[in-house]
């Protein structure tokens, strides 16, 4: 129960999720804190109670090892076990392997490599330099921590999501939630693929509400360097650019906080607020390093932030890409008759992924589900 949570997190971790966003069908918080962030210890209990609570009748401790399709359904193997079903619904999370680039292959073994499903914390690595590769949420928040640990910390910035941990005097996801962001449909987004790929937001949950951004680890003495791009005689190569990077990442959050002031006139609650603020610009360093030995001993180890990815190993039906990714039409198995799927990014909503986008989304899939069961759908092949 709560696997994920008990064992593929690092210590120092709080959901980014304010705590009135945890909730799941029959549970939500209602302790004195709404404002504030679960620690991973926190999850852990309320997902216990909510396995209480719901009394499912769910077998622990038990891998699934094989899933083959049959005449009139599946075949499912476990650790514990065989049984036939007409239908599965596929749950396993989207988060199940770091994913590390090949380049990895080619860092010298003197430097020590770390995922962040290995990290703890600081005390975990070699005394000297940390490369942090990524500047999602797991990327800044270790890159953050690594910093205040007295550790000199680079960061390698790709693509990323900027976002105020507050707007106008609320929590961010607020707004989101209030403009209805979060309850975006897949089938009205118009490039799918892209929104089931966005880097997760540069956000951390803390009791300070601080805000975590790249001009946040610069303040604390992070270098910010370019994206990770090749591996040559032991040198780590990074794109140049960063101020276009910048520039896209402030852009799109303008544009975001665009639609919060919208929603905010048009709902009639503008009044309500603090004035419409526009975070500055992220600072483009004076200089920033295009390479830097790994052989040096400058970088004593190098702490891979650069995403999670499913693992679908033991699903014996051909129903996954070449990217690994399932195939599926709003969490509908496409090719698989009775085949579904919880908790991928942007599944039927923007807010498929997180802990309070589950309720809605299995609504609907087993809605599904329980239609096709009855007959009342065909199946799609
Ligand atoms: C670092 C990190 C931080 C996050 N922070 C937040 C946050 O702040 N707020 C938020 O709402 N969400 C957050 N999330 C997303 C969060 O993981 C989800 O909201 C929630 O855990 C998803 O639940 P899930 O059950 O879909 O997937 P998971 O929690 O991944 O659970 C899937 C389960 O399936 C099990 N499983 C996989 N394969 C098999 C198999 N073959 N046999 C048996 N069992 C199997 C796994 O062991 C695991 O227990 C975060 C995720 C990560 C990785």
């Known amino acids: 129960m709560a696997n994920s949570w008990r064992h593929e997190r690092w210590d120092s971790l709080r959901l980014l999720t304010p705590n009135w966003q945890s909730r799941v069908p029959g549970l939500r918080y209602e302790g004195p804190d709404p404002d504030g962030y679960m620690t991973v210890g926190e999850v852990t209990e309320f997902i216990g109670r909510f396995a209480a609570a719901s009394r499912a009748p769910v077998r622990t401790s038990t891998t699934v090892t094989s899933v083959r399709r049959t005449d009139d359904g599946y ?26 680039p090949g380049l990895s292959s080619g860092v010298p ?37 690594l910093a205040r640990s007295g550790r000199p910390v680079t960061l390698s910035v790709g ?3 900027r976002l105020p941990r507050t707007y106008r005097g609320r929590d961010v996801l607020w707004w989101m939630d209030k403009a209805g962001v979060w309850d975006q449909r897949y089938d009205e987004i118009e490039d799918l693929t ?6 997760s937001p540069q956000l951390v949950g803390t009791q300070e ?21 090749a591996i040559r005689d032991g040198r780590a190569l990074f794109s140049g650019g960063l101020r276009n990077v910048f520039s896209l990442a402030d852009l799109k ?64 039906v051909p129903v996954v890409d070449a990217k690994g990714q399932l195939e599926h039409d709003g969490g509908v198995v496409t090719d698989s008759p009775g085949l579904y799927a919880l908790g991928l ?8 992924t997180f802990i309070c986008g589950i309720e809605d989304d299995a609504r609907d899939v087993i809605g599904d589900l329980a239609k096709y069961l009855a007959g009342l759908v065909p199946a799609r092949v």
């Open 253 to 316: 959050l303008g544009r975001l906080l665009d639609t919060f002031d919208e929603w905010a006139l048009t709902s009639g609650r503008d009044g309500e607020f603090t004035a419409p603020e526009r975070s500055e610009p992220t600072q483009v360093p004076a200089t920033s390093r295009l390479q830097l030995d790994l052989a040096s001993g400058e970088i004593a180890a190098v702490v891979w932030a650069t995403g999670f990815r499913p693992d679908y190993s033991w699903l014996d």
């Open 75 to 100: 075949q499912v193997a476990t650790s514990r076990g065989e049984f036939a079903c007409r239908t599965v619904v596929i749950a396993s999370g989207a988060c199940n392997r770091p994913s590390v």
């Open 159 to 161: 693509e990323h999501t």
């Open 194 to 199: 892209r929104a089931r790929r966005l880097p």
């Open 345 to 352: 990014p942007v599944l039927r909503r923007r807010k498929s």
């Open 209 to 229: 509400r601080a805000t975590l951004d790249l001009n946040a680890l610069t303040a604390l003495g992070v270098q910010l360097v370019g994206r990770w791009a």
């Open 109 to 145: 073994a003197s430097v020590q490599q770390v995922t962040t499903f290995d990290y703890r914390d600081p005390g975990q690595l070699p005394d000297g330099g940390v490369l942090v590769v990524g500047a999602s949420a797991t990327g800044v928040q270790l890159a953050a921590e």
